[in-house]
DNA sequence: TGCGCTCTTGGACATTCGTTCAACAAGGCA
DNA sequence: TGCCTTGTTGAACGAATGTCCAAGAGCGCA
């Protein structure tokens, strides 16, 4: 299934088709100059939405303009190459699910439970859980291990997710550990977070592959169960 | 980064540059004919190749032919088109997880524990946990969303694969219910399997992104961790 | 008002893509 | 031995790809 080449520009939020042709003799302006940030912005957008749309086969040079409304020639006027604006993307993308997890979290009580659900209800609702938006993922997902771009971009903003969740751990009543079994205790919540990440990726993953399987609360709750269940084995090792 | 046209075939694995080209009359033919069964099972596993060796981009009837050692003819007369071999190839993939599993299963002890640990001992082994086979995973859960032929390979396999799952925990002791809480019991389970199978996959996922953050015994560690706690917490309703 | 910076256009380019097909030839069978 | 089935080749096709660049024009500034 390719992607339509959308001949004579739909332009999707374009203020372009805005407006009929002009009758008299209005000169209204073929295009509209933007500043570079902007732009980028816009093409960054469309980018993602043509991945939503058509999955890989949405990643083309003309797929995206038509999609932004704009020629062919522009998007090399503020991407060097496509490589460019793919990772650029993907940095977008990464960037926006760890801020709104954040977010979430921000917003709710101050007490660690209350947090941690947040989150994972912030993980397991929209715009999150999405067909469309794994869908997207999982591309990004088949380009990294021969794309040194999006291995970069990986490294950058992973961080970022990697922390939240191991603060949202740490924070739990007996999270905090006395200087006795602070080591055994750290080791612990390593593998707790690499766990809990784990737990929600894969069920994100079989969600959207076949998403009347369960529901998204049945999600939170597997995961709170999970972190029950650790800190009812917490200070003994886990091997 | 594309895949190398490789001119002249370097033909990995055929029989065609075993051999030095004849001098004297001595007309070694130019190929050797092979029954379909044979010849679609190599195209498909070219296939799988070059999607290990270069991504999506390996993905091109040229890239697959030359890896097979084979013209590009012939692989459309072998199938229709390009959509139906990459499906068979996501079947081929498919059914090699699964019977792999369930082998080192029935390689097993008959104890449920040492079953259960001898599936997660092969999830997490090779040739599964090897960081190209899942970016083969990952390539074709890319195409999940816009192709109906990947869609239908994906219903005709995973089934498999969720019974193994399900057959597994069922058998654990305190698996195998009363007739009194056979109806909560039964809800667990399948909220059971759904969990155990995201926890392993998000853990493949993880550890192919980043290889060094956990070993593979650390996986298997977390997900009997997951089995036991949710034995614990057996009887009572998840939610 | 008009100049000029630079954002924007869209045609042209060389490649690569999947598919087709006429011709070739391997190898079994009579 | 020679025929015949059919697996196999590789050139050719049109469509689509990413990139380039000369020409055009929006719009701020003098």
Same mark, same amino acid.
């Given at each position: 299934m390719k992607a339509p080449r959308a001949r004579g520009s739909a332009a999707v939020g374009s203020a372009r088709a805005l407006a *009929? @042709?002009?009758s008299a003799a209005g000169t209204r302006p073929r295009f509209e100059r933007q500043l570079p940030a902007q732009r980028r912005a816009a093409l960054i957008a469309a980018t993602i939405e043509c991945l939503?749309?058509?999955g890989h086969d949405g990643l083309s040079i003309r797929t995206i303009s038509a999609q932004a409304g704009v020629s062919v020639g522009l998007i090399n006027h503020h991407f060097p190459n496509k490589d460019e604006l793919v990772a650029a993307a993907y940095r977008h993308f990464n960037r926006e699910l760890v801020e709104g997890l954040q977010a979430a979290v *921000?917003? *709710?009580d101050k007490t660690p439970a209350a947090r941690l659900r947040a989150f994972l209800t912030a993980s397991f609702? @929209? @715009?999150n859980l999405d067909a469309d938006v794994l869908a997207v993922w999982v591309v990004f997902w088949g380009m990294y291990r021969h794309s040194r771009l999006?291995?970069?971009v990986q490294r950058e903003t992973y961080a970022d997710y990697v922390r939240l969740v191991h603060n949202m751990l740490a924070d739990l009543p007996g999270g905090a550990a006395g200087t006795r079994a602070r080591r055994a205790r750290r080791l612990d919540l390593r593998l707790a977070a690499i766990g809990l990440t784990a737990l929600i990726d894969g069920l994100w993953l079989e969600?959207?592959?076949e998403p009347g399987r369960f529901r998204p609360r049945e999600a939170v709750a597997l995961c709170e169960g999970w972190v029950e269940g650790l800190r009812r084995r917490a200070g003994g090792a886990l091997e």
């Open positions: *009929a @042709p002009e939503k749309r058509y *921000a917003r *709710a609702s @929209p @715009p999006i291995q970069r969600w959207c592959l």
